[in-house]
């Protein structure tokens, strides 16, 4: 399978909001795809775009060099590997070598589970998380954070970089999901972080633009302010300008600091303010913020700051 994995059949599995536009730029680029998602309109407008779709995950997998999985969560990821609820596991219906792709966001312990038991059934296994939300994966833009081996790093590349525009390798099984868990815990720690100091300094009566034409060329700088301003007005592209509509949304930071989370305590680091932008961000979400983005959590702060 090695030299024509690139080019050979891609079982793309998970057609959901970045899943969906993902495989339609593959197409678009000429691959062959053969999809599948137990939502029945997933398929419906996978199909519309020129996409292949079967009825099922082993149907697709049946025949192909790369199986791609755009999955919610690291045990969506296992139990289509091993198989649950009566249906065959995918590594046991594969062709021998098969490339297993997983981009989903998942526990980087559950993506060096599924590189073992994909390399013990006689398979390859990358992990490939992203960034770039569901506009990135529209436009092909999105960053890849890619943990496998040499080899396959060579093999997988052409295929990402027809779905994203920055491919980095960040190391062996697990490192894609590694370097996205550290980067999106200084994510959400950096949000409060800026969206206290905007808060704090209007109740000590200094203007946003002020606070952000001073912090934005100073030692404050970071992406949570230039670019995803949590107010209005500095940054007029941020979500702040569109009431939050996400953007990335509370959900999502969410469910990857509790990933962070998983991470601190599965090797022991103190990581004191992971722990904490874990909770601020359960509760966001758990309290109307799920789908609004990230940067809302500013009303929050200032709500609870009203005396
Ligand atoms: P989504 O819920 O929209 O899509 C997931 C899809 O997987 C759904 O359509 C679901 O029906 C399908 N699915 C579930 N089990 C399946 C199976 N066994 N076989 C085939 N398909 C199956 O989620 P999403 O927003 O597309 O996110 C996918 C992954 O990407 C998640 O891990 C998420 O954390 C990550 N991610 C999302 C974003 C974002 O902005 N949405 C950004 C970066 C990373």
Known sequence: MSENAASGTIAFLGLGHMGGPMAVNLVKAGHQVVAYDPVPAALE?????????????????AGASVVLTMLPSGKHVLDAY???DGAPGLLSVAAPDTLF???????????????????EAGHRSVDAPVSGGV??????????????LPEDFETVKPILELMGR????????????????CNNMILG????????????????GLTHQALFDVASNASGQCWALTTNCPVPGPVPTSPANRDYQPGFAGA???KDLRLAVNALESTGVDGQMGHLASQIYDAFAAEGGAGRDFSGIITDIRDKSAK
Not at 191 to 204: N, R
């Open 45 to 61: 407008v996978a199909r519309e775009h020129g996409i292949a779709t079967v009825d099922s995950a082993p149907e697709a997998v």
């Open 82 to 84: 091993r198989g649950a």
């Open 101 to 119: 792709l997983d981009c989903s966001t998942i526990n980087v312990d559950e993506a060096r589970e599924a590189a073992a038991i994909a390399l």
């Open 135 to 148: 506009m990135g994966a529209e436009a092909g833009t999105l960053t890849f954070m890619v943990g496998a």
């Open 166 to 181: 920055r491919i980095v390798h960040c190391g062996d099984h697990g490192a894609g999901q590694a370097a996205k868990v």
């Open 189 to 204: 720690v950096s949000m409060i972080a800026v969206s206290e100091a905007f808060v704090l300094g209007e109740k000590l």
């Open 252 to 254: 999502l930071m969410a």
